[in-house]
């Protein structure tokens, strides 16, 4: 039986969702602006819907020490870097955490964290990354991250391992 939700964000396309416990959780993706239905544009915060509490909770990207207090409850502010508006790219967990990889020209090199208990983001540069759209991936411990996807303007596709720098 399917059973609709009340809240839901905006409707999108080109997003990625991941589910974490009890938690799903949606980010990026292109959606229609609520001021004019011929512009599009890229969501650079995270939604997430929990499961027990039946409610819709947004983490938005807050800048220059924004307080909190002017936020709805539905509203969760997050600190560090500032994440960016990524479509095609993949959401996915690790240690517990968020972690968001390929989708953009320009930032296809970052891997953004995001530690949930501390609302709080980290980019990490990964050297000599491919420009990969939509990547799949999957966490391999102790190994690091295989990572298969394809680069649509070079018609390549790529297979590989991120992994952390090995101390020569």
Not at 18 to 23: I, S, T, W, Y
Not at 60 to 68: Q, Y
Request: hydrophobic share 35%; charged share 25%.
């Amino acid at each position: 039986m399917w059973i609709k939700c009340s809240d839901s964000p905006t409707p999108r396309s080109y997003h990625s969702t991941v589910v974490l416990g009890k938690r799903i959780y949606i980010y990026g993706g292109i959606q229609k602006s609520i001021f004019s239905k011929s512009f599009y544009h890229d969501d650079p915060d995270i939604w997430v819907y929990d499961i027990n509490q039946k409610q819709l909770l947004k983490y938005i990207n807050t800048k220059n020490n924004f307080s909190s207090k002017f936020l709805s409850n539905n509203l969760i502010a997050t600190n560090g870097p500032i994440t960016h508006s990524r479509c095609r790219a993949t959401l996915f967990s690790m240690n517990g955490n968020l972690a968001i990889l390929g989708g953009s020209e320009r930032f296809y090199e970052l891997i953004e964290f995001f530690f949930i208990n501390e609302c709080k983001w980290v980019h990490l540069r990964i050297k000599e990354m491919p420009n990969i759209e939509s990547p799949a991936i999957y966490v391999v411990k102790s190994k690091g991250l295989f990572v298969i996807g394809k680069n649509n303007k070079e018609d390549k596709l790529y297979i590989g391992l991120i992994k952390e720098r090995e101390n020569i």
